[in-house]
């Protein structure tokens, strides 16, 4: 007799473990499961097999090839689409036609008494007969009652609870004779128990259903694979597993390499050429994985650990799953139901909770707690934060279930009654996830205050009245409009600080969540004048004696600040020419191409119309361009000096707040005018704290933001238009006269790629090599390591917060100069990162 083995599902529900592989080769104590099957074939005298085939149809073929290794011969039929569980038998007809045959599926785990069965066939000259089997929960199974003689009497496939009357279900399991074959139709997708055998019992065909008492395991769930696993441990089905029985219940491989003191307790089984070291622990219903490494200390407990897979010291893995050609660092955790894909990396420390889901090819970075499955995205994040907030790729990594969590954890960590601000850029993908902010802070007892599309300042100055407890805004990423940024804020309107931010994180993480009892859901809110009072402070708090008869170039780019500039400039009297001053929700970003076209036509505008000077703010209203009343671009670097030249020229006194990476001309300007300098940190709260004390009258980062304190802490487009309006207004000179007089910057930047293992020693290494340079150097570590020399040369080193690099800067008096200083600790770096 001949059998046919299905070979072809996709196995959908045991992803991530199928995402790559076919179900048919998924291991069970280090075999394939249809090698199991195949093994069970010959054992009962079954040697030729045709096996159906489809999905990732070659590493089938790959692996077996013709069945020689396994004493059998093995023939293939392949699938172009999928054709059900007739149609894929009937794709093989060419080679059943002769003689009876056994279907059987290659990604059950089984033992059933085949010989049994064929001669319970043969007695009742049945023209199908069906293995069943009797299980404890049947709703995902077919059920069949039969007669007292084995006759089947009635179908019924995947029935509700309510539907069920037997527990005697369809194996999948059937010896057919060869006209059956007649009963299905070429190249259509049909199935057995559905079309095939409800027709020809009808017609009073002779099927029977043959009860097996031995053991079936229908290996379609994370949980039905560990229990096939711990089934065939404890001898419960009967396999040929390899190897030999060290001790009771603990299988060995006979190549593999177990140390003396690492502690076994079984039933467990260990793989060819598997190594595990001393003080490793590996306890019941474990199983390793062919060449696969288990390092000292190591704590593995009904853990299904596949082939070529690294655990490092100090890792625990409980009840999880783990594919092939894994590496799990030193100390990460793994819990129960985890299921972690091929070729994936869980770096040191790493937490990978429970239910958790890693498709293959990802890296977990060191230190993450991951909560939700990595699926689309390339990591899994240490930081929820990066510099822009929350980002990602909409509905891939930024989806409404996360923004529902994120809203959640953030309201958890406020009062309940307590005000949030929520806005959004002009896109529909912001417009869209600020539903999910705003049900899941009013679910939680936050009364929501919805300013709908508004500029990111207006949303930071609303944040910041004493009426709310902070803000949370949506916005397109700069320059990929396929993802969002979710900025959140304190009561300051300032970005969370980094305490604040890991306190967040810690809720997110363990997803301990607040809710409000039915009578505490919040209110959502609609505030009626919020641009209104928006400008009415602004214009009440800066200075803006002198601006009328001037004439300027605005661009809006399409975005939020449209709502405000109208209402502000028809306010302070000057003549204004302003271009893309609608919203534009189906271009809510800019490429580098369109933001450099759209400046050239800004200088172009300016020069034209002999405007004093042009502003290009970006989409939220937070950043701004400058071009001088020549029509030339002011780089983001001389933006500052600019300004900085402006204001301190200005008020002649006080302090100006700037991040420690700034050029140091920016403190010449400042002496010149007999103002000093606040350097501040780059983290992302820094600046905005710093602006926030007393006798600030200036602060920027260099990228184009700028923070009025009289009027905000925060950075605030709109706001240092106005204020330069004014100030060149007063001065009487132009922004190109302001710029000639300025000296030039060298300073020179650099990144390193780092590994996040290697970044404390790469410091180290950089702190030992400042302390060894030549007196008159000193070391400033307000934000990484900063080494000055006596000519007021410096570079400063510092580790990225949220990208695997290392980011240098050197000024000195000239470029060469600044280039070598650059080189030489660059090399550090380099050395430091091997």
Same mark, same amino acid.
């Given at each position: ?109 089984? *033992? ?54 037997? *527990? ?40 029977? %259903? ?20 711990? *089934? ?49 622990? !590996? ?36 009840? /999880? ?10 100390? #990460? ?10 070729? /994936? ?82 896109? !529909? ?126 661009? /809006? ?83 500052? !000096? ?27 300007? /400042? ?21 926030? %004390? ?106 990225? #917060? ?17 280039? !070598? ?14």
């Amino acid at each position: 007799m001949k059998a046919v083995v299905m070979a072809g599902g996709e196995g959908t529900r045991l992803r991530p473990m199928t995402a790559n592989q076919p179900k048919p080769l998924l291991p069970v104590v280090n075999r394939p499961i249809m090698e199991h099957v195949l093994r069970l074939l010959k054992r009962h005298g079954i040697t030729e097999t045709v096996v159906t085939v489809q999905f990732l149809a070659a590493l089938v073929r790959n692996y077996f090839g013709d069945g020689d290794e396994l004493g059998m011969r093995l023939e293939y039929a392949t699938e172009d689409i999928p054709l059900g569980t007739a149609g894929s038998v009937k794709n093989a007809a060419a080679r059943l036609h002769d003689a009876p045959f056994l279907v059987i599926s290659g990604d059950a785990l089984t *033992d059933i008494d085949l010989s049994d069965m064929i001669r319970f066939h043969r007695e009742n000259s049945a023209l199908v007969t069906i293995g069943l089997k009797r299980v404890p929960n049947p709703l995902e199974f077919g059920i069949i009652i039969v007669d007292e003689l084995g006759r089947v009497q009635r179908f019924l496939e995947k029935p509700t609870w309510g539907q069920v009357f037997s *527990d005697t279900v369809n194996t999948g399991i059937y010896i057919m004779e060869p006209e059956v074959l007649d009963e299905v139709a070429a190249g259509e997708s049909v199935d057995w128990a559905s079309d095939v055998f409800p027709a020809l019992l009808e017609r009073g065909a002779p099927i029977y %259903g043959y009860v097996a008492d031995g053991y079936w395991e229908d290996v379609g769930t994370h949980e039905s694979y560990r229990k096939a696993q711990a *089934d065939a441990l404890s001898g419960q089905v009967r396999l040929d597993i390899g190897g030999f029985e060290l001790s009771p219940g603990v299988w060995v491989a006979g190549s593999a390499s177990v140390e003396p003191d690492a502690v076994l307790k079984g039933p467990l089984f260990i793989g060819e050429y598997a190594k595990v070291e001393g003080g490793a622990e !590996l306890r019941e219903y474990t199983v390793l994985g062919n060449n696969a490494v288990v390092r000292e200390g190591a704590f593995l407990h009904r853990a299904i650990v596949h082939s070529n897979v690294y655990l490092g010291p100090g890792t625990h893995l409980r009840g /999880c799953v783990i594919g092939k050609s894994t590496d799990v660092m030193r100390g #990460a955790r793994i819990e129960e139901n985890a299921v972690i894909g091929d070729e /994936c990396v869980i770096e040191a420390e790493a937490y990978v909770s429970s239910g958790v889901r890693v498709y293959p090819f990802k890296t977990i970075e060191a230190g993450a707690v991951v909560n939700t499955s990595v699926i689309w995205e390339s990591r899994g994040q240490r930081s929820l934060f990066g510099r822009r907030g929350v980002s990602g790729l909409v509905n891939v990594e930024i989806t409404p279930e996360l923004c529902v969590r994120l809203a959640s954890a953030y309201a958890t960590t406020l009062k309940k009654g307590e005000r949030v601000v929520t806005s959004r850029d002009a896109s !529909l993908a912001a417009r869209a996830l600020k539903r999910a902010v705003i049900s899941a802070l009013t679910a939680s007892a936050i009364n929501v205050l919805d300013l709908e599309a508004a500029p990111l300042p207006v949303t930071r100055f609303h944040s910041s009245r004493g009426t709310a407890a902070g803000g949370i805004a949506l916005r397109t990423t700069a320059g990929d409009p396929q993802s969002v940024d979710i900025v959140i804020m304190d009561d300051r309107g300032a970005d969370l600080s980094p305490a604040a931010q890991r306190k967040l994180e810690r809720v997110f993480s363990r997803q301990e969540f607040r809710r409000a009892f039915p009578g505490e859901i919040a209110e959502l809110t609609y505030p009626s004048r919020a641009v209104e009072d928006y400008t009415h402070e602004l214009l009440r708090r800066v200075d803006m004696t002198g601006v009328r008869d001037m004439k300027v170039v605005v661009d /809006c780019a399409g975005g939020t600040s449209s709502l405000v500039l109208p209402r502000l400039l028809g306010r302070v009297g000057i003549e204004v020419l302003t271009v893309n001053a609608v919203l534009d929700d189906l271009s809510p970003t800019e490429t580098l191409a369109e933001r450099r076209r759209d400046l050239q036509r800004l200088s172009e505008l300016v020069s034209s119309s002999r405007a004093a000077f042009g502003v290009r703010f970006d989409p939220v209203g937070e950043r701004v361009a400058l071009v001088d009343e020549m029509g030339q671009f002011i780089s983001e670097e001389r933006a500052l !000096l600019v300004v900085l030249d402006l204001v301190a020229a200005e008020r002649r006194a006080g302090r100006v707040a700037l991040p420690i990476t700034t050029t140091r001309v920016a403190e010449q300007v /400042c002496r010149f005018h007999g103002v000093q300098v606040q350097w501040t940190s780059t983290a992302v709260d820094a600046l905005t704290s710093a602006a926030a %004390g007393p006798g600030m009258i200036f602060a920027g980062d260099g990228r184009g933001g700028f923070v009025v304190p009289e009027f905000s802490p925060a950075l605030d487009g709109p706001a240092a238009f106005m204020r330069l309006l004014g100030l060149v207004a007063r001065t009487r000179l132009s922004l190109s006269q302001i710029d000639a007089r300025i000296p030039e910057a060298k300073l020179l930047k650099r990144a390193i790629p780092t590994q996040w293992k290697a970044k404390g020693a790469v410091m180290r290494s950089v702190i030992e090599a400042a302390e060894s340079a030549p007196e008159g150097y000193h070391i400033d570590t307000t934000d990484g390591v900063r080494v000055v020399g006596e000519d007021g040369s410096w570079v400063l080193i510092l580790p990225a #917060a949220t990208e695997p690099v290392t980011d240098l800067w050197a000024e000195a008096s000239d470029v060469d100069t600044a280039q !070598l200083l650059l080189e030489r600790w660059a090399t550090v770096v380099e050395q430091a990162a091997m």
